[in-house]
């Protein structure tokens, strides 16, 4: 099986910064995209970035220019830096992978984390 484990969300005052980290785990032979989304009470989940896994980014809207994703293949790891922080942006933000599992020729497979929150507040 396949886990995905965040970290590094929390309380930040508007204009500041944060650092999202997903560490995807288990038999995995290659993770084709990365990416990261949030649901806002009362709102439907939504696209913050993603990235391939030969490094093409996409971005929503909203936090182009202000947020930056990147990832590390070796340690089958995504990270968001988040910069210039919104009351707006603060929701649930949830870690993403399409991969590969071992043994399993070239069917794909999605898989979501647990979640982590992120609050933008004075």
């Known amino acids: 099986q396949v886990q995905l484990v965040e970290s590094g969300g929390g309380l930040v005052q508007p204009g500041g910064s944060l650092r999202l980290s997903c560490a995807a785990s288990g038999s995995i032979f290659r993770i084709n995209v990365m990416g990261w989304y949030r649901q806002a009470p009362g709102k439907q989940r939504e696209l913050v970035a993603t990235?391939?896994?030969?490094?093409?980014?996409n971005y929503g809207d909203s936090v182009k220019g202000r947020f930056t994703i990147s990832r590390d293949n070796a340690k089958n790891t995504v990270y968001l830096q988040m910069n210039s922080l919104k009351p707006e942006d603060t929701a649930v933000y949830f870690c993403?992978?399409?991969?590969?599992?071992?043994?399993?020729?070239?069917?794909?497979?999605?898989?979501w984390g647990q979640g982590t929150q992120v609050t933008v507040s004075s």
């Open positions: 990235i391939t896994n030969g490094g093409s980014t």
């Open positions: 993403n992978c399409e991969l590969i599992r071992n043994g399993e020729g070239w069917r794909t497979y999605g898989y």
